[in-house]
Nanobody, 122 residues
Framework: QVQLVESGGGLVQAGGSLRLSCAAS????MGWFRQAPGKEREFVAG????????RYADSVKGGFTISRDNAKNTVNLQMNSLKPEDTAVYYCAARIKGLGLITTTRQSYAYWGQGTQVTVSS
């Protein structure tokens, strides 16, 4: 059973930074998604299992950076210059082992963490 555990959420003022981490029980192509109240869950960023490829939603390019440490089975999301519209529950997700393509649809990710709240105050 694949286990994903997020950490690092919290409350921050606009313009501030947060770093989210996702501890996984193996090495997978991973994605971060977020869901704001009343909205659909949306793709934020993804990274291939090797770490050689990354992909970002247009809304976070230049402000968020995804990285991974395969020795520790962790994937991180560094979020800088946060805005109130970044407020959401953030989820990490994993594709089935061996799939290297970074996809943006939630249906293509087989495993999900429990989510961590990020709140950005204005």
């Amino acid at each position: 059973q694949v286990q994903l555990v997020e950490s690092g959420g919290g409350l921050v003022q606009a313009g501030g930074s947060l770093r989210l981490s996702c501890a996984a029980s193996g090495i997978y192509t991973m994605g971060w998604f977020r869901q704001a109240p009343g909205k659909e869950r949306e793709f934020v960023a993804g990274i291939s299992y090797s770490g050689g490829s990354t992909r970002y939603a247009d809304s976070v390019k230049g402000g968020f950076t995804i990285s991974r440490d395969n020795a520790k089975n962790t994937v991180n999301l560094q979020m800088n210059s946060l805005k109130p519209e970044d407020t959401a529950v953030y989820y990490c997700a994993a594709r089935i082992k061996g799939l290297g393509l970074i996809t943006t649809t939630r249906q293509s990710y087989a495993y999900w963490g429990q989510g961590t709240q990020v709140t950005v105050s204005s």
